[in-house]
């Protein structure tokens, strides 16, 4: 089980990222901010604490995968790659740039990237072909997908959830990242998805759920996925939207928007705050 020491160091990671995130999109240019930032601390907790992974090889066979199903918000990802150096921190900023490496959805040219996604629903359905391949072929490692929570208006979301409890992908966790809005407005408000936990109960899932800030609480559930046997699990981890910058917390509108200048330097004061509060 995770220690506080290594709590402490992730939570530095995590304030790091966010900050990073929003430098790399910058002002005057249409980004997914809301997403990208709500789910800061499970990317964290995958890449620095639970996930087996050798940088200097992001092709090593016996590595746990990791699928960015709601691929919008792709650059909390890339920062952490950068973060563990599978590719060069200069490449974050030519994010959404023609002909470079970090598009603004996944692209399996882009090192440490396993699925191209952006078309939503279609993640977990990857995924589960991932785990069905390692039992396949022997393999021990471990797959974890990251959904959005407006992205469970899928019917193929369902139709997966269906299959990984079918064949009882116990290496497979699905995390959703629970930040009740989507891009017009509440998920609630668009298509129900309460109660949640019941529901994929039902759909032969084993539920953990988290507040999805709490950088304990998602690596003790990360760790308690790992014992559980004959079924997959899911973690539902409840957060906030734009996490981390005040104006954007909790506010569709930033789903995918631009910054102007003035709400950029605005949002950089912030997040260098945060991390200056550390010391």
Request: glycine residues 8%.
């Amino acid at each position: 089980m995770i220690d506080n020491a290594q709590v402490q160091e992730l939570k530095s990671i995590a304030r790091k990222m966010r900050l990073e995130i929003v430098k790399m999109m910058g002002p005057n240019k249409p980004h997914h901010f809301g997403g990208s930032l709500s789910e800061v601390e499970i990317v964290t907790s995958l890449y620095f604490y639970k996930m087996r992974y050798h940088p200097s090889d992001p092709q090593w066979p016996d590595r746990d995968r990791f699928v960015m199903s709601k691929g919008h918000s792709v650059p909390a990802q890339y920062v952490a790659l950068a973060f563990k150096g599978v590719f060069p921190y200069e490449y974050l900023g030519q994010l959404k740039t023609l002909g470079a490496c970090l598009q603004g959805h996944p692209c399996m040219k882009t090192p440490g990237i396993e699925a191209c996604t952006g078309s939503l629903g279609q993640g977990l359905s990857f995924a589960n072909g991932i785990a069905l391949a390692a039992r396949l072929l022997r393999k021990n490692f471990r797959v974890y997908v990251l959904l959005g929570d407006g992205e469970l208006q899928e019917g193929q979301v369902w139709e997966a959830m269906m299959n990984s409890s079918a064949r009882k992908l116990d290496n497979l966790v699905a995390i959703v990242d629970r930040n009740h809005l989507e891009s017009q407005g509440s998920t609630e408000d668009s298509k129900p998805l309460e109660p949640l936990r019941l529901k994929w109960e039902a759909f032969g899932w084993h539920v953990l759920e988290v507040n999805g800030h709490d950088i304990k609480q998602i690596c003790d559930a990360l760790d308690t996925a790992e014992t559980i046997k004959g079924k997959p699990s899911v973690i539902l981890a409840d957060t906030v939207k734009g996490k981390g910058v005040s104006f954007i917390e909790g506010d569709y509108r930033f789903h995918n928007a631009p910054l102007t200048p003035q709400q950029y330097e605005q949002a950089i004061k912030e997040l260098e705050a945060a991390l200056e509060g550390e010391n």
